[in-house]
């Protein structure tokens, strides 16, 4: 993030801070529950969503080696990517052309020359070509050459690999995201940045309702008492639109000490946890010494499902004891607090089709919410939330 974004955000926060204020910019809205809860909604939210936009499937750091590959589900389609020996991706969908057999069914690995189906042993190189057919005097007029893996277009940015899991749809990542966030994710070098550890939580609710616990600070000082209450501002947050997507910066509670040092040397970074939300289920939490990346996935048949996933990176791959411990211990911090918040999601999805209510609320520092929510409603042709009253 450029040094004037820093100042003017702190600045703001300092301000709101001295005032006993906080970003209050949004209308009160009114989400109606069927919004977690229809299965007609649901299916075309995985059609359109998750088919249909630049997904995350993987990291950068996890498939360096030429020939590394890694496997993906989450989606709906089974998706592959493998390294080039030129150093570029590609993508297909996992699926043989002969019948159809999931061809790799590993989660990741390194395909040393072939991939080859377990069925019938078609095997095909790691671009995807159909290189060998065995007895294939008994397929006349095949054209291997139009047999070749499904290909799906891929993209690799700070550090992350983008899949859009529809064959024959271009990904234009850059229109994607838009050129501000696009400056400003560079900006951290993620690209650069070592996989330090990964968890995958399976949770019993709705996948909008594990997004929305990212989506918004108000919580943090309640349902974290025990995690980050003593590390956070109570609700200090400031919220910007980037193109079609969010940043959140939520103050730490130093974030006093800006003001005894000269604005030429303020680090917001250090006094913050900076946020981004990107459609449809992707957050970006830096921490000024690390980042995490969250991944929210749908399940594959029930709306009351779902995954989160969660990589933390680090600058370079911790060496002395003492770091890895730091890091280590950071990660199961972060994973505590996930667990809080996968607790009162799922809490939340006990009571939705209760009666008690009708439609659940987004306050005026919970703009995000009404973003996200509002955006998949526009998308998938749902009602989404309206003003109260
Ligand atoms: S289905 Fe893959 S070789 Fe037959
Ligand atoms: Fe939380």
Redesign the pocket.
């Known amino acids: 993030m450029q040094h004037a974004t820093q100042v003017a955000i702190a600045r703001q926060l300092l301000d709101w801070r001295q005032r006993n204020a906080t970003q209050n910019d949004g209308a009160l809205m009114a989400n109606p529950v069927a919004d977690y809860l229809d299965p007609d909604q649901f299916a075309r939210e995985k059609q359109r969503l998750f088919r249909e936009h630049p997904i995350v499937v993987g990291l950068s750091a996890h498939l360096a080696a030429p020939g590394s590959y890694l496997t993906n589900d989450d989606t709906g389609i089974p998706i592959l990517v493998v390294r080039q020996a030129d150093g570029s991706l590609r993508a297909f969908i996992n699926a043989?052309r002969?019948?159809?057999?999931l061809l790799v069914a590993e989660r990741s690995g390194v395909c040393e020359r072939q991939f080859v189906?377990p069925?019938?042993?078609?095997s095909y190189g790691p671009d995807g070509t159909l290189e060998t057919v065995p007895q294939e005097h008994g397929f006349p007029g095949l054209d291997k050459a139009s047999r070749g893996l499904a290909p799906l277009a891929v993209a690799e940015r700070f550090g992350l690999i983008w899949v859009l899991p529809t064959a024959g749809r271009p990904l234009d990542l850059d229109a994607y995201l838009g050129e501000t966030l696009v400056d400003e994710l560079a900006s951290y070098g993620f690209e650069a940045y070592h996989a330090n550890h990964r968890t995958r939580i399976p949770a019993a609710m709705n996948w909008k309702l594990l997004y929305d616990t990212f989506l918004e600070f108000y919580h943090a000082y309640f349902t974290h008492a025990e995690t980050l209450r003593h590390l956070m501002a109570p609700n200090l947050v400031h919220f910007e639109a980037l193109g079609p997507h969010y940043r959140m910066v939520a103050a730490k509670r130093g974030i006093a000490s800006l003001e005894e040092q000269p604005e030429a040397n303020w680090n917001l970074l250090d006094q913050a946890v900076v946020s981004y939300a990107i459609f449809p289920n992707l957050a970006i939490n830096f921490h000024g010494d690390h980042v995490a990346f969250y991944r929210v996935f749908p399940d594959a048949k029930d709306q009351g499902r779902s995954l989160w996933e969660f990589d933390q990176l680090t600058p370079e791959a911790p060496k002395a004891p003492k770091a890895q411990r730091y890091f280590e211990k950071n990660f199961h911090y972060v994973v505590d607090t996930g667990a809080e918040d996968v607790e009162m999601g799922e809490r939340i999805q006990k009571t939705l089709a209760s009666g008690a209510n009708e439609h659940v609320l987004f306050g005026g520092f919970e703009p995000i919410l009404t973003w996200f929510h509002s955006r998949v409603a526009r998308e998938v042709g749902s009602a989404g939330p309206v003003p109260l009253g």
Do not use: A, D, E, I
């Open positions: 043989c002969h019948r159809g057999t189906c069925y019938h042993n078609w």
